[in-house]
């Protein structure tokens, strides 16, 4: 017992990713926590997304199933596992059947290399970015392979628009990416294509990608935030799965566990592109402000926030709770939010411990910061009326693909520019 | 806490065998499939599978990018246009290239190739080496970036701008008869 203590304290004491370090066990437990996490994030988001949308078009959403609808998605899931599994009598059996699982694989890959903070991730690998990019382009193939296997014609339709799609709009996000990467090797010569090298990066160089070169970094992010949305498959991009036209797209014909694969695999599609987003402009794990209020007392005052936020929502819990029916059939309900809120209290409280807030800050910064983006596609999505598919395939090619390309050759020039105009000065002066 | 460099090599006897022979397979369902899908699917196993012998050879910059460009781009598009063929009139009709007696002697040849090749350079080696030189997988994108685009090391910036010049080309053929008015 004091040999493993002393083996989990070395290991905390080192400021290293267990991939970096070559350590199995500590990689097991991280791969272990981000799928965990993943799940709850992926549970958390439907019962979100239901709520957020209801109350932007004026409805209460999910009610019933725990108190105001907190254990809905549970109940979905085990719909879902209950239910029948057909696969359709003239599918191509075995891609139908491995359909699900590459989008699956695809989606939960790229997780190995996202750095929640800069001893938080599973690895960290030269060519972090480049392995996501490419992984989560492998998820397109799941998705033609779903739509063709099931010998139907709206699946075939939604897999032909998911795939012209994702492969316009990965031209313009990479492009958007390249310019990133050529900010990362501004003051050291070297650029990095690391998760964990560009958050670095953009710590030595004191500013966000996203402040850089104003405004060139916000045009490469919204180049990035418009086409990720795209590459999602969701709306106002949602043309392979547009239900008005094609029932459901490509995932028509698939029903109980596959369809939840499918499903699970396009909410951590959603999160894996949004962590992509936040690494590269947004700083990743650094906290807020970090120039302007800066010293030991701001640092203090910041690490206290990822408490104050679990109280914060322990409070609202208990304000429920108190405003919950006096009705002797709200009772279990009542004490369920109650215990709910408790736990959040609990967590919050245990997260102002110096040695928990000392580890916890970085990864509650860069989980808030994905969570920004996830109320953004909830947002969108109540927001804005679906394309038309040339519409779609307007801005991708003559919009945003031109513009990436400006964009890159302007960073070029405005990177190059310092260093261009000593030499000019050194060529003049003899 | 291992030290790093001290980490068991990935690049082992297993892994070589387990992925090589990945690829031979995929290969061989590609021709020998009738459903050009399912022949699709084997080949994309089969890139990913090169794409880890990319990795055992310490090159994971070509690693990633025989991903990005091989299984999720052309690979997608191959289905794409695969998906709109009509498959099931084709997997009816009789196979009439019989062409096996030219495959056959075009396959020996370049075997004939590679096992001459590998018996001269390999001679009185063993099968795989004790130790060889190995990179830092931190260096080998930075390498790359300065073989194609240094000033004094760059040998290859040439032939790079040509071969995206010919792509550029296609593109643009492409366009024109896809699209007679822009």
Request: aromatic share 14%; net charge positive; glycine share 8%.
């Amino acid at each position: 017992m004091g040999e493993l203590i002393d083996y989990i304290q070395n290991y905390l004491k080192s400021n290293q990713t267990p991939g970096a370090a070559g350590n199995f066990f500590w990689a097991t437990v991280y791969i272990l926590l981000v799928f965990g996490g993943l799940s709850v994030a992926v549970i958390a988001m439907n019962w979100l997304e239901r709520k957020i949308l209801a109350h932007m078009q004026v409805r209460l959403g999910p009610m019933r199933v725990g108190p105001h609808g907190l254990l809905q998605p549970i109940a979905d899931a085990i719909k879902l596992l209950l239910k029948e599994d057909i696969i359709p009598a003239e599918a191509d059996k075995i891609v139908f059947w491995i359909a699900p699982f590459i989008v699956v694989l695809a989606a939960f890959t790229v997780f190995v290399v996202v750095p929640f903070g800069p001893t938080h991730a599973i690895t960290d690998m030269n060519i972090g970015i480049l392995f996501m990019l490419g992984v989560s382009s492998l998820s397109v193939l799941g998705i033609v392979t779903a739509g063709w296997a099931s010998n139907s014609h709206y699946p075939l339709i939604g897999a032909l628009r998911s795939s012209a799609q994702m492969v316009s709009y990965e031209v313009a996000m990479g492009l958007a990416v390249v310019s990133v990467i050529m900010m990362t090797s501004l003051q050291t010569g070297t650029g990095t294509l690391s998760m964990i090298g560009i958050v670095q990066a953009q710590l030595s160089q004191g500013e966000w990608f996203i402040f850089k070169f104003f405004p060139l970094g916000l045009i490469g992010f919204f180049i990035f935030a418009i086409a990720m949305v795209a590459e999602t498959n969701r709306a106002p991009f949602d043309l392979p799965e547009a239900e008005s036209e094609l029932t459901a797209g490509f995932h028509t014909e698939y029903s109980g566990f596959r369809w939840s694969l499918f499903f699970l695999a396009e909410y951590s599609a959603m999160i894996a592109v949004s962590s992509i987003a936040v690494t590269l402009w947004l700083g990743g794990w650094l906290r807020p402000f970090p120039n302007l209020l800066n010293g030991a007392t701001w640092d203090l005052v910041f690490s206290l926030i990822p408490g104050l936020t679990f109280l914060f929502f322990a409070a609202i819990c208990f304000f429920n709770t108190a405003r919950m029916p006096k009705h002797p059939l709200f009772k279990i309900q009542t004490m369920g939010l109650a215990g709910f809120g408790a736990v959040l209290g609990l967590i919050g409280l245990l997260m102002f411990i110096p040695p928990v807030r000392d580890r916890v800050g970085d990864i509650f910064w860069f989980s808030a910061k994905v969570a920004g983006f996830m109320y953004l596609y909830i947002w969108y999505r109540g927001t804005f009326p679906r394309y038309r598919f040339d519409q779609l395939m307007k801005v991708g090619w003559k919009i945003l693909l031109p513009m990436g390309l400006a964009l890159l050759v302007l960073t070029a020039a405005v990177a190059m520019r310092t260093e261009l105009w000593a030499e000019l000065q050194g060529a003049l002066r003899p | 806490m291992i030290p790093p460099g001290t980490n068991p090599p990935v690049a082992t006897p297993f892994f070589f065998y387990l992925l090589a022979a990945t690829m031979i397979i995929g290969g061989i369902l590609v021709i020998t499939r009738k459903n050009a899908v399912h022949s699709a699917m084997a080949l994309i196993t089969a890139l990913l599978a090169q794409a880890g012998l990319y990795l055992m050879l310490y090159a994971p910059f070509v690693a990633g990018v025989q991903i990005i460009l091989y299984a999720g781009g052309i690979m997608v598009l191959f289905l794409f246009v695969i998906m709109l063929i009509n498959l099931e009139r084709n997997m009816k009709e009789r196979q009439f290239n019989k062409q096996w007696l030219v495959g056959i002697a075009a396959a020996a040849a370049l075997g004939g190739l590679f096992i001459a090749v590998y018996t001269t350079t390999t001679r009185g080696k063993a099968l795989f080496p004790e130790g060889r030189m190995t990179y830092f997988e931190s260096q080998n994108t930075q390498a790359i970036a300065t073989l194609l685009f240094d000033r004094s090391a760059g040998q290859y910036m040439f032939a790079f701008e040509i071969a995206s010049l010919l792509l550029l080309v296609a593109i643009i053929g492409a366009v024109v008869m896809a699209k007679k008015r822009i």
